[in-house]
């Protein structure tokens, strides 16, 4: 197979020198950190009062780890560590509650991204001379700008698409010879079937590849979109706490998620005991950005369960791999590629007086994508039997849990009494959505 790199010289660096790059680095992202009170204070309380107290990577472990509710404390500009005026874009995603976790970017942090992007997508063999339509949500969501700004730098003609009416995604395709798209897989499989129904012929397209993630899926979904589709399918890992898509990406050789070691400090945890996992185990992935003047995050507890392949890849990248993300230590659900918390939910019915105390959160496929319906009991002054006030209060819970989750859930009703009380823990998330990871 023949190898191609965009930045030949560090995605083939050599081990030893990769790891003084990412001590360097980690310090100046350190002298960042020390510019906002979050870390001034975590950092004093664990004995580092300036980059000069890291001698070496191991000297990270003293470093405590950051997670969402830090974040989610420090909203809005708790962790920003330049001068407002020296932002240049932000980017949000949901976060446990209401409030969102936000993160800034300078104008070197928008290069710095762009540049792994373009890493990540020409390391999947594309070139100028392909016609990337990018199939996914623009927005505060980081998966349509990220792919944009890579498709951009290496030269490809981007078609920013977005995500949804399949009708129009066809006919896109079809006038400017697509032949690359990006979505999550959940939406790829739907396009199959969506492409039977409009009968839209596959030798009418002139698809090559699909980048797929934002959401976990397993081999077998990809080689079943693969074959759908006729196209090859890399995985796409990122989150926006750390910039969004480009963290780590497949190569040509499909086999696992290299990260791109000079931006990030990858630690893989037991999520019980916090102690390093051994070498090549499953445990939660923590990271640490190195390249992001405005919004420094030091171990990041990203809450997804992964490992390293010990095994060097083929193409030659010393970057290490990911092996596909196994599921979650906390309990957000993905719901096509959309994160949510079932706190979020619990948040506004509970709110409302005219709901009763007992609620349930269903997850299940409906054809390829997934399908969120909230159940909730009625308070005592409601009667089921009188159709009008029903149907507002329904509207009302799916308005308002639209504008909280950005889905809009299906509302059903019942009785107060009607839904299931478990005895021990309430269950109140029924994911049913088959899970072959
Ligand atoms: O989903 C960024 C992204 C956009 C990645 C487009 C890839 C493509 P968030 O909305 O913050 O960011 O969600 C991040 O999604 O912690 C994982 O749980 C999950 N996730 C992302 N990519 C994958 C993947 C974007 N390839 C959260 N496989 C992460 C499994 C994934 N899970």
Redesign the pocket.
Known sequence: MQFQYWNERIEKMPRAELEVLQLDRLRAEIGFALRTPFYRERLAAAGIAGPGDIHSLDDLRKIPFTGKSDLRQGFPYGFLSIPRHDVVRLHA??GTTGIP?TIYFSRDDIKNWTDNMARCIYGAGCTKDDVFQNM?SYGL????L??HQGGEEIGMMVIPSGSGNTARQFKLMQDFGTTVV?A??SFLLHVETKMKEAGVARESLSLKKA???????SEDTRRRIEGLLDIDVY???????MN?????FECQCKDG?HIWEDGYIAEIINPDTLEPAADGEVGELVLTILCREATPILRYR???LTGFYTEPCPCGRTHRRLR??RG?SDD?L?IN???VFPSQIEEVIMGMKEVGNNYLIVVEKDGAMDRLTVKTEIGEDIFMDDSRPLNALKERIMQTLQVSISIRPHVELHEGGALPVSEGKAIRVQDLRPKDI
């Open positions: 995603s949901s976790t996914i969501f980081t998966g349509g990220g792919l990006h999550t897989p980048f797929a993630g934002a959401e976990p899926y995985n796409s890992y990122g989150l926006s706490e969004g898509p480009s963290v780590a998620m990203t809450r997804d596909r993300i979650r957000m993905i590629g959309v994160n």
